[in-house]
């Protein structure tokens, strides 16, 4: 699993506005060499990555609160999902002074190969 807090890019989001187990396996089996990855970014690519120069970024912070919050009731891919929704939808950037960075927003990225759910023991 990685999780990289980093830009992929100048382009800026305006946002848009919205109204409203087991199963039978023989023993030895070939999986792909790129099999069971997990890579989490910060944001979309060619995007903006934002952060608060007191809290640090929206993706680490929101990432942090919802594993320590949710870690032991959800698989990694919920948490996840989690964790796009909260940016997503609780964080507008604010720099009045330069309307071209104003009211921007982030969306995280997963890119998933896994194979089988990730879960975390209590």
């Given at each position: 699993m990685f999780f990289i807090q980093a830009c992929q890019g100048e382009m800026f989001d305006s946002?848009?506005?919205v109204h409203d187990s087991p199963i039978d396996q023989p023993s030895y089996f070939m999986v792909p060499n790129y099999a069971d990855f997990l890579i989490f970014y910060s944001t979309f690519p060619g995007f903006y990555s934002w952060r608060n120069v007191e809290n640090g970024s929206?993706?680490?912070q929101t990432l942090c609160d919802v594993l320590d919050q949710y870690s032991n009731?959800?698989?990694m891919m919920t948490l996840l999902t989690i964790v796009s929704q909260k940016v997503a939808i609780n964080y507008e950037s604010r720099v009045p002074n330069d309307l071209t960075m104003h009211k921007?927003?982030?969306?995280?990225?997963?890119?998933?190969?896994?194979?089988r759910l990730i879960t975390f023991l209590n």
């Open positions: 946002g848009v506005l929206w993706f680490i009731k959800f698989d921007k927003k982030q969306i995280p990225c997963v890119m998933s190969t896994l194979t």
